[in-house]
């Protein structure tokens, strides 16, 4: 009768039941560890990041791109009187010229600021002649135009 016990054993669904229970108590047991770690790590507060120390030094200063140069000619063409309907007055005066002047003007202050270079009289023609002095003069690298800061003046000065 014993070996029809032993198979009646394990037939027995109560004993596989009872390793379903241990094992069960097993994995509530971790999940119950695993919530308190989560608890316990909630209630840590995270390290705040080091920030850099602030620096006494001026910010970097911008190099100028030619769109920076054509928006402040833009704005100083607004300011003055240059845009007012007038008799249409031919300026024939050489692109050199222009340069002398603002190469002139630099030697004599060293560093100016871009709206310094358009002085009156204010016409149209002369007011572009001496962008484009401007322009060919930091195209061949005579004269620097700087912007120390952000939407700050445009400067000019001669280069080394």
Excluded: C, N
Aim: glycine letters at 2%.
């Amino acid at each position: 009768p014993r070996p029809e016990e032993s198979s009646e054993a394990a037939d027995d669904p109560r004993l596989e039941l009872v390793k379903q229970l241990v094992q069960y108590k097993k994995f509530k047991d971790a999940a119950a560890l695993l919530e308190a770690r989560a608890e316990e790590q909630s209630q840590r507060l995270p390290r705040q990041p080091m920030l850099a120390p602030a620096s006494a030094a001026p910010p970097p200063v911008k190099a100028v791109e030619l769109w920076d140069l054509v928006s402040a000619f833009g704005r100083l063409m607004r300011e003055t009187l240059a845009l007012q309907i007038q008799t249409i007055a031919i300026d024939e005066t050489p692109l050199h010229v222009y340069m002398e002047m603002i190469l002139q003007q630099l030697q004599t202050a060293k560093r100016l600021p871009f709206s310094a270079l358009f002085t009156p009289p204010y016409t149209r023609g002369r007011l572009v002649g001496l962008f484009l002095a401007l322009l060919e003069l930091t195209k061949t690298r005579r004269i620097i135009p700087e912007q120390p800061e952000p939407l700050g003046d445009i400067w000019l000065s001669l280069a080394e």
